[in-house]
């Protein structure tokens, strides 16, 4: 393999690695993402035995919405993380952007990695765990393709504005606010709290639109079946979309960081 | 000249205040982090309202009965939240030695613990709840004689004792397998979550997990059906909500008793 790629993938296997580690957090983690599935089931099957169709949501579906979108929340990082903020205030990141790495590309390239583990590890178990009681609508092989690149396109979303997050470090010193206030609306507009089909109409279209729906609704949507063909490229466009500008923007955010930088420490 | 040591009471104020006293020292971050606290926390509130918009009950409860649970559990919840919320901590603390520390000092860990951690911000979340239950007061039409007020008082109070039962359990996990405290955070957030909606929502298990194993029911699901003259859902029996106190009482036991032992053993089998 070219250079940069086998660098890629050995940073992608290092972050595979280093979360494989984390035994007992991930095991608390499965833990608690199937008791909140297993509670948003019962919320969602309660609003469809007072209306059992919601859109394009049947009972089945919502139900299985509810493990899919706990499995998601942990694959696209949601809550966000400080690594990258902690090294920006401790002075550690003049080390990195010595290397002959991109930073950004390091980042995503590690992220990746730990996404792919938390996806087996985190994502699966919840959603098995769920079909103990439920019966859910787990989609045909045929989708296999689509649903990957769903999934391989929101957890580059959610590492896009994790990032970006990250970085306001360089100007603000403390990301965690910045992580609080923006994890709140996540939680809100990415179709976790409640399904973005609930909203009501014009509320609808803006909330969807937003990188939050491209990182937890659009993906479980289309691991439900309810895309197909035109409609189905349309919503894999749009998390496209957002990946490519989130990226682009960490990448100018970056350079200007790097311009004219305080680091801390010296 | 030595004076006696200050109650357990005195002392946790010192120690809280001392807290305040730093975290105010940064006036705008203080402010900012309250106010976004206290918005993010209508993001929950806010995901039911919405819900609301696509069916006009749930689990039986109209929009209004529902507001009201969230506030009374919301309200129970941070405020013990606030008092003891630091406790989360207790695994970075066993991690770097500093909980240590709190042994060899001649107050109760679990006070300093929590004194330690305290942060006036989570304030804001008390408040937001406060005003969801304003807000469910104002939209229903119920009339506030003694008892409704008294269960209401009573149902805040237990639910802090609950929640707080809870919290210190779970905590102290951490005395057993460190890395599995993270598996407590099911139950308090969960918990609480769980206690958001009516527990008619729930299959029949779960309901007699939330009112048999993790009484989380009591907190305040149970009072609130007294409080609003709401029917039990089936399996539960009508004495229940009635046996609120008792229950509250019971759990902080249980959960002083789990604490103190598991304090005992992570003492004797040294760090």
């Known amino acids: 393999m070219p250079d940069p790629v086998r660098l890629w993938w050995e940073l992608a296997r290092r972050g595979f690695r280093r979360h494989a580690t984390y035994r007992w957090a991930t095991a608390a983690g499965v833990f608690t993402n199937t008791f909140f599935g297993y509670l948003r089931a019962y919320i969602l099957l309660a609003v469809h035995r007072e209306r059992p169709r919601i859109g394009a949501f049947d009972p089945r579906q919502a139900v299985t919405f ?25 002075g550690d990141v003049a080390t990195d952007l010595y290397r002959p790495v991109d930073l950004q590309a390091y980042y995503l390239a590690t992220d990746l990695g730990r996404a792919a583990f938390h996806t087996v590890f985190r994502g699966l178990p919840p959603v098995l765990l769920g079909a103990v009681v439920f019966r859910l609508a787990l989609p045909g092989p045929g989708l296999a393709g689509p649903i990957a690149l769903s999934v391989l396109l929101a957890a580059v979303v959610g590492f896009g504005i994790a990032f970006l997050l990250n970085l306001v470090t360089f100007w603000l010193l403390d990301a965690q606010g910045a992580i609080n206030a923006t994890t709140a609306v996540a939680i809100l507009c990415s179709g976790l709290a409640v399904p973005l089909v609930y909203f009501p109409s014009p509320l609808a279209g803006i909330v969807r639109a937003l990188p939050w729906a491209s990182m937890i609704e659009l993906p479980a949507e289309v691991m439900l079946g309810q895309h197909h063909g035109a409609g189905l490229a349309g919503v894999l466009l749009t998390q496209a979309g957002w990946a490519a500008a989130l990226l682009v923007a960490g990448h100018l955010l970056l350079r200007a960081a790097t311009r004219k930088v305080i680091v801390q420490g010296g | 000249m030595a004076d006696a040591a200050p109650g357990p009471l005195v002392l946790w ?57 969230y506030g009374l559990t919301g309200i129970a919840f941070n405020v013990c939240d606030l008092a003891i919320g630091a406790a989360d901590s207790i695994s970075l603390k066993i991690r770097d030695g500093s909980f240590d520390g709190y042994l060899i000092r001649p107050a109760p860990a679990l ?29 229903l039409d119920l009339t506030w004689d003694v008892r409704r007020v008294a269960l209401v008082l009573v149902a805040i109070a237990c639910g802090v004792a609950i929640y707080a039962a809870v919290w210190t359990a779970t905590a102290s996990i951490a005395f057993w397998v460190i890395d599995a405290r993270e598996i407590g955070n099911a139950f308090t ?4 979550f769980l206690a958001n909606q009516p527990l008619s929502i729930y299959a029949a298990w779960l309901r007699a997990f939330a009112v048999y194993v993790l009484p989380i029911a009591f907190a305040a699901y149970l009072p609130a059906t007294l409080i609003l003259d709401k029917p039990l859902p089936p399996g539960i029996p009508a004495a229940a909500p009635y046996l609120t106190p008792l229950v509250a009482a019971a759990a ?15 003492r004797s089998t040294g760090s």
């Open chain 1, 66 to 90: 509810a493990f899919l979108t706990q499995a998601l929340i942990v694959i696209t990082s949601l809550w966000g993380w400080t690594e990258l903020a902690d090294r920006i205030r401790s």
């Open chain 2, 13 to 69: 104020r010192r120690l809280a205040g001392a807290q305040v006293r730093s975290q105010l020292q940064y006036r705008l971050s203080f402010a900012l982090y309250t106010a976004g606290q206290f918005l993010a926390s209508f993001v929950d509130f806010l995901a039911l309202a919405v819900l609301f918009t696509k069916v006009d009950a749930l689990g039986g409860w109209s929009v209004a009965e529902v507001a009201l649970l």
């Open chain 2, 111 to 139: 006070l300093q613990l929590s004194a330690d951690g305290f942060a006036l911000r989570r304030a804001g979340k008390v408040l937001q709840a406060l005003i969801v239950f304003g807000l469910a007061v104002r939209l």
């Open chain 2, 189 to 192: 957030y969960g918990g609480n």
């Open chain 2, 252 to 266: 902080v036991a249980g959960a002083a008793w789990i604490w103190r032992v598991s304090l005992r053993r992570y």
